[in-house]
Nanobody, 119 residues
């Protein structure tokens, strides 16, 4: 079992930055591929970024490439999402998620943190 707790959301002006953190419980954090997802009002939840458990390879949705950076600190059981050059369309609830090794489904989810970007 993994429990995930996000933090770092807030209100920021367009062009600003935020760093989200996701703290995970458990002693096998390094065995989980970690992901960030987001859901805007009235829209489906969408993938934002992920970092693989082995080697730390990363993936991003096209609209955040070059602006967002996902990273992890296995010693602290924490994954981060650095968000720069924020746009109003980035406004959403951001969720941290985990999937064990190379499983296809994210089985563990945090409660979400609100990010609001004003124009």
């Amino acid at each position: 079992q993994v429990q995930l707790v996000e933090s770092g959301g807030g209100l920021v002006q367009a062009g600003g930055s935020l760093r989200l953190s996701c703290a995970a419980s458990g002693r096998t954090f390094s065995s989980y591929t970690m992901g960030w997802f987001r859901q805007a009002p009235g829209k489906e939840r969408e993938f934002v970024a992920s970092i693989h458990w082995y080697g730390g390879s990363t993936r991003y949705r096209d609209s955040v490439k070059g602006r967002f950076t996902i990273s992890r600190d296995n010693a602290k059981n924490t994954v981060y999402l650095q968000m720069n050059s924020l746009k109003p369309e980035d406004t959403a609830v951001y969720y941290c998620a985990a999937r064990f090794l190379d499983s296809t489904d994210y089985n563990y989810w945090g409660q979400g943190t609100q990010v609001t970007v004003s124009s």
